[in-house]
């Protein structure tokens, strides 16, 4: 039961979903679809359904913030100099296959010798 109140709590009664979805498709010009793709993700002010659907590369996570990140970005770059291969691995899920295509493409037409696993 306690689990249920935490749910209740977070989730907009059908009223206030219906006006923010308006108030979303009105002031941003938007479609319903969008709107509550918005909700749906947790973000019911017009502040942050803006910066979410108009990301910008200053407001992007510094990604040296990820421990060993510069040991990574170091071997990766000897890895270069040296013609050693590289191989990327993911999963077969959505995000795993394009986060996989994304390195692959930039690691190729940078000059690196590398391969997909």
Do not use: W
Not at 12 to 24: A, C, E, G, L, R
Not at 42 to 69: C, E, Q, T, W
């Amino acid at each position: 039961m306690k689990f249920m109140a935490i749910l209740e709590s977070i989730i907009p009664s059908t009223n206030n979903i219906d006006i923010v979805t308006d108030y979303f498709q009105n002031a941003m010009g938007i479609s319903r679809v969008t709107s509550r793709i918005l909700i749906n993700r947790g973000i019911h002010d017009l502040d942050a359904a803006r910066a979410f659907l108009n990301p910008s590369v200053d407001k992007l996570f510094d990604p040296y913030k990820l421990l060993d990140m510069d040991k990574a970005v170091m071997r990766i770059k000897k890895a270069k100099d040296l013609n050693e291969p590289i191989t990327i691995y993911g999963d077969y899920d959505v995000d795993g296959m394009t986060s996989c295509a994304v390195l692959y493409s930039f690691f190729k037409d940078t000059g690196y010798n590398v391969d997909v696993y």
